[in-house]
């Protein structure tokens, strides 16, 4: 429900948030301020302060008409003019006292070493610049380009429940605005924290705020000891709480924010004002000290390769820790894509793939590319051009083509309907007769025939034994004329189901696929060669 706070008696509550304890923007949040334009106020402190920590400000607007503060709180570093303006005018109007500042002699944000009632310190501004300093610097040795960014905050789980204290306080104190409010209506810490450090960030940076943005920050603070605090919520109401049935190898967190958010709405506020003190006793400033990573959402590559050699197989064959091919067609493409795209990780994925010793001709093969934790994210035709062109120059056994960033969304077009797609093959046969034209006539007539195929001997010893369907849906027959084999050898040519076991089909695998080519001519046929020549998907679209 919504809260009943006159613009009169807004004041009185704020100074008595200040009395037990709350910094100013927990004062400013408890007060029911929930408009981001509200805290940006405190902006300009903000930068002033990191701009001294790091020795080079920002030319800022000076001009004010009023005369500054003669009175003006020591710092213990030392301010140029800009920074001083900021801070004078902070004071003047009234947006910051000398408590608010760390003080010279004793070196912590207030008069002592608690931290605020409601927030633990990191809104406080000792804590907001040194954070501030950390994140920069992460951000910074990461070596990320970005354009765009958003924060993901880790912050203590405690957070909930000494918000839910406050709420629980306030209803008893100022019962007649706060009664019917819930702890929902006030704005978190975290949020708080971020329309604070989003717009210093990006403005120091010289970067945009943007909560869709690919790149995130994610930024983690100290957490205090949650059993301490939240142990009476485990004890009330053991079910919010699922890891705390772990194996002892385990180590699940317990205290997470989903179960205590879970035990606080179980919890009713006679039962909470009983096992726990409202408003709480001012905690022990949180370390400043934070962990800082900082990662962009995964870039999708897609494109379609060619391989021409018979050696070399599609992902990197290592068996028993040894490599068996010296090469793939993944580590080809991947190589060159992360010499022009550092990442710390490639996933490669394919409609399909041939075996070691078949050959993908026409079109190519699609391809997908999900690479994590790029250092940068936007890339041109050119670049993909650029990454294209050396691949294809490193190497004469495969060839890249339509290499172009697509959305994740697109990369559902490679899996959809896997089954449903058609696929084009030439093999070379050998049967043991001469080929007749009888042979090549009744081939030809065979139309989507059915495949009753089991999982084929070569393979058994990794998939698991099944019998699966496939259709034929045409094919024939091309005699090769040679006085050395005297007929025996022809090509076939076969468009199929995806997913059929071309070799198995045409020499039957022991009568594990019924039927099969030699069932169909009543003679023994093997197999010698085989390529791919057509994947019938008209994905990636040609590049632009």
């Not at 990662?295 to 197989?313: D, E, M, N, T």
Request: hydrophobic share 35%; net charge negative.
């Amino acid at each position: 429900m919504p809260l009943k706070l006159t613009d009169a008696d807004r004041p009185s509550v704020f100074e008595h948030l200040k009395e037990i304890g709350c910094c100013k923007f927990c004062a400013e949040r408890f007060s029911g301020e929930r408009y981001y334009d509200n805290y940006k106020k405190f902006e300009e402190l903000a930068a002033a302060l990191t701009d001294v920590s790091n020795g080079e400000s920002k030319p800022q607007n000076q001009e004010s008409p009023e005369e500054p503060s003669p009175k003006r709180p020591k710092l213990a570093v030392e301010v140029g003019s800009n920074e001083s303006a900021c801070i004078d005018n902070a004071c003047r109007d009234g947006l910051l006292e000398e408590n608010d500042l760390f003080n010279k002699e004793d070196g912590v944000h207030s008069k002592d070493s608690s931290g605020c009632v409601a927030c633990y310190g990191l809104l406080e501004i000792q804590h907001l610049k040194e954070s501030f300093q950390q994140i920069v610097a992460a951000v910074k040795e990461s070596g990320c380009v970005f354009s765009k960014f958003t924060f993901q905050l880790s912050v203590p789980v405690t957070l909930e429940l000494r918000h839910h204290a406050m709420v629980m306080h306030l209803k008893e104190k100022f019962r007649e605005s706060y009664k019917e409010c819930s702890d929902i209506e006030f704005v978190s810490a975290k949020e708080v924290w971020k329309y604070i450090v989003s717009p210093m960030f990006a403005d120091h940076l010289g970067v945009e705020f943007s909560a869709m943005s690919g790149f995130q920050i994610s930024v983690a603070f100290p957490s205090p000891n949650a059993e301490e605090e939240c142990g009476f919520l485990l004890t009330k109401f053991p079910e919010s709480f699922p890891n705390r049935k772990q194996k002892k190898h385990q180590s699940r967190e317990i205290f997470t924010r989903c179960a205590v958010l879970d035990a606080l709405r179980k919890i009713s506020d006679d039962d909470f004002r009983e096992l726990y003190k409202c408003p709480p006793d001012r905690p022990p400033k949180v370390e400043s000290k934070v962990e800082v990573s900082c990662v962009h959402s995964p870039i999708y590559l897609a494109g379609r390769y060619c391989k021409y050699s018979r050696l070399l197989s599609q992902t990197p064959w290592i068996l028993n820790g040894k490599r068996i091919m010296e090469a793939s067609v993944q580590e080809l493409i991947t190589d060159v894509v992360t010499k022009h795209i550092p990442n710390e990780k490639i996933m490669f994925s394919s409609s399909g793939r041939e075996d070691v010793d078949v050959r993908m001709l026409g079109r190519g093969r699609p391809f997908v590319l999900e690479i994590l934790k790029a250092k940068r994210a936007v890339f041109t035709t050119s670049d993909m051009e650029t990454i294209e062109k050396e691949i294809n120059a490193n190497t004469k056994d495969i060839r890249v083509s339509d290499l172009q960033v697509i959305s994740k969304n697109m990369t559902q077009v490679l899996k959809d309907g896997e089954e449903l797609k058609r696929k084009t093959y030439t093999a070379l046969c050998c049967i043991n007769r001469r080929l007749t034209d009888d042979d090549v006539a009744v081939v030809s007539k065979l139309k989507n025939l059915t495949l009753k195929q089991k999982t084929p001997i070569r393979v058994l010893h990794r998939r698991n034994l099944a019998e699966r369907e496939r259709t034929v849906y045409e094919m024939s027959l091309e005699p090769l004329e040679d006085a050395e084999d005297g007929g025996h050898r022809f090509c076939l040519h076969i468009t199929t189901q995806a997913g059929t076991y071309i070799k198995e089909f045409i020499h039957g695998d022991f009568g594990r696929t019924v039927p099969s080519l030699g069932s169909c001519l009543n003679a023994e046929v093997d197999i010698l060669e085989l390529d791919v020549d057509e994947i019938h998907l008209d994905w990636p679209p040609p590049r632009k």
